[in-house]
């Protein structure tokens, strides 16, 4: 039986990328909501069916009048990612009301809502990279960004709401859609391009002593495995709570240059550039994602290797789009 979705984000990276595996199911009842802007993010739509875009403030003024036909599910991807966004009010209101305002919308309404937070919630790992509640209150975020994620997470905690809704925690996703994502692309399609304009990839250089240069680890996260755990969450009302969403295996940037490098059929060049002061104090240099909770609760999907991914990605998108 078809199902009706709404997809909050469903223009953005993750979100075509789910709007797409929901249409190969054969769903297209799908109300997606986003803000195109005057960049090129139309273009993740294209080729997708889907019965209606709204945009995000619309959107929002529907739900608080109880404008909207009934759903089955929300799949709320919708936020603003930029780790280097300085409106703290504009993030709380963005990332933080507006989500809470659709949840309880959802909640009110019967409504299967999964919604995404973020790794930026871990802020530097002193903590772990565990995802049950009991530590979220122990959790310092890096940027506002995490914070405003991190928010949510805190409230729904507090409410005792993870007995009714499901949120991800997506580590370093990447993959195809994300062209229109600017500074906030990821490290693959960012490599990808330095290395066709100039023969080599720049990493930073570490500030730490116990990481040396292009060291840093990252939990590399390919989309498709993403929107598969994503889905297995929208799909089952019963399966409840705070999930981590990674492969849980930590990759060296290094690791990653390798493989852009390998996928390109090129000799690796890695240049090293200092930090940014911005990011000086704010660079995650380990995220490693316990996927325990989320394998229990019965995800048994296989992640996509590292290498395996970026050979997808360049070859099969990146080089084919390029001609």
């Excluded at 997506?170 to 066709?196: L, T």
């Excluded at 229990?296 to 990146?318: K, P």
Aim: charged share 30%; aromatic share 12%; hydrophobic share 35%.
């Amino acid at each position: 039986m078809s199902r009706k979705y709404i997809v909050t984000g469903g223009a953005g990276f993750i979100g075509s990328n789910l709007v797409a595996e929901l249409n190969a199911r054969g769903e297209d009842d799908i109300l997606i909501v986003d803000r195109l802007g005057e960049g090129e993010k139309w273009k993740n739509l294209v080729g997708l069916r889907f019965a209606s875009l709204l945009d995000k403030d619309d959107f929002r003024f529907a739900f608080r009048h109880d404008a909207l036909q009934k759903v089955d599910a929300v799949i709320h991807l919708g936020a603003c990612s930029s780790t280097t966004e300085r409106r703290a009010d504009y993030l709380a209101d963005n990332n933080y009301r507006y989500s809470r305002e659709l949840c309880e919308w959802c909640l009110q309404n019967e409504v299967r809502f999964v919604y995404a937070s973020s790794a930026a919630t871990y802020g530097d790992g002193a903590q772990g990279y565990s995802d049950h509640c009991d530590g979220l209150l122990d959790l310092r975020p890096l940027n506002m960004y995490g914070f405003s994620k991190h928010l949510f997470d805190l409230w729904a905690h507090r409410e005792g709401l993870f007995e009714q809704i499901a949120g991800l925690k997506y580590f370093n996703v990447y993959g195809p859609r994300e062209e229109h994502k600017g500074d906030m692309r990821s490290m693959v399609h960012k490599a990808w391009g330095q290395i066709r304009e100039t023969g080599k990839v720049r990493l930073f250089k570490s500030e730490r002593p116990d990481f040396a240069d292009g060291e840093q680890r990252r939990d590399f996260v390919y989309v498709r495995d993403a929107v598969r755990a994503t889905l297995f969450l929208a799909d089952d009302p019963s399966i409840n709570g705070l999930f981590n969403c990674g492969t849980g295996r930590a990759r060296t940037w290094n690791d990653l240059a390798r493989a852009v490098f390998a996928a390109m059929g090129r000799t690796p060049q890695i240049e090293y550039i200092d930090l940014p002061p911005a990011l000086r104090g704010k660079y995650q240099y380990h995220t490693e994602a316990d996927m325990t909770k989320l394998r229990q609760a019965g995800f048994d999907a296989e992640f996509t290797s590292l290498e395996d991914g970026v050979t997808e990605y360049v070859r099969d998108y990146l080089e084919a789009s390029a001609g």
